[in-house]
T-cell receptor
């Protein structure tokens, strides 16, 4: 089982809709979870960090963590074409919290 | 602007050349990382320097050689590369002692090996 798994997509949503991105992880001991956004040809940008069960909201973005079910999700409300990017989920690597294990990413396209 | 800079931003080199990639972080972090990202592939961790300890991915060929002279600077020395080494090379840094482990990436170096 991969440490971090994401739906590879691609995912398309119309402008103004809610985009839902999901990530599951295998290490029950994981305490930190991160979402990165990567535009084509650019480097990953940290957009959300979540450490506790429940929801964390930042503007149009909401991260949801469920440790019992070992999943973390990212909701993007009122999606904009500028949200079109690949979204990467990351958790500290098993055996070494100094490293992150990244999912393969979900490509999101927001259609105008 | 994340506080992590990389130079050069683009590099084209022949298979017999020797070149170096440079990374500098201005965030006061104590860990730095090199990643490789090939087209349509996930991020691949190459090397980690954390608290003066080096960790490397055993699958990285010896033609890649890292150097970390201090906590703010990281180099990746390249020699006799192969065309399959063409990729985006990303540097990242984090503060591992705070328990949060967030990593911040530089803009990357787009490497093309001809």
């Amino acid at each position: 089982q991969k440490e971090v798994e994401q739906n590879s997509g691609p995912l398309s949503v119309p402008e103004g809709a809610i985009a839902s991105l999901n990530c599951t992880y295998s290490d029950r001991g994981s305490q930190s979870f991160f979402w990165y956004r990567q535009y084509s040809g650019k480097s990953p940008e940290l957009i959300m960090s979540i450490y506790s069960n429940g929801d964390k909201e930042d503007g149009r973005f909401t991260a949801q963590l469920n440790k019992a079910s070992q999943y973390v999700s990212l909701l993007i409300r009122d999606s904009q074409p500028s949200d079109s990017a690949t979204y990467l989920c990351a958790v500290p690597s098993r055996g070494s919290a100094r490293q992150l294990t990244f999912g393969s990413g979900t490509q999101l396209t927001v259609l105008p | 602007e994340t506080g992590v800079t990389q130079t050069p931003r683009h590099l084209v080199m022949g298979m017999t050349n020797k070149k170096s990639l440079k990374c500098e972080q201005h965030l006061g972090h104590n860990a730095m990382y090199w990643y490789k990202q090939s087209a349509k592939k996930p991020l691949e961790l190459m090397f980690v320097y954390s608290l003066e300890e080096r960790v490397e991915n055993n699958s990285v060929p010896s033609r890649f050689s890292p150097e970390c002279p201090n906590s703010s600077h990281l180099f990746l020395h390249l020699h006799t590369l192969q065309p399959e080494d063409s990729a985006l090379y990303l540097c990242a840094s984090s503060q591992v002692s705070t328990g949060t482990y967030e990593q911040y990436f530089g803009p990357g170096t787009r490497l093309t090996v001809t």
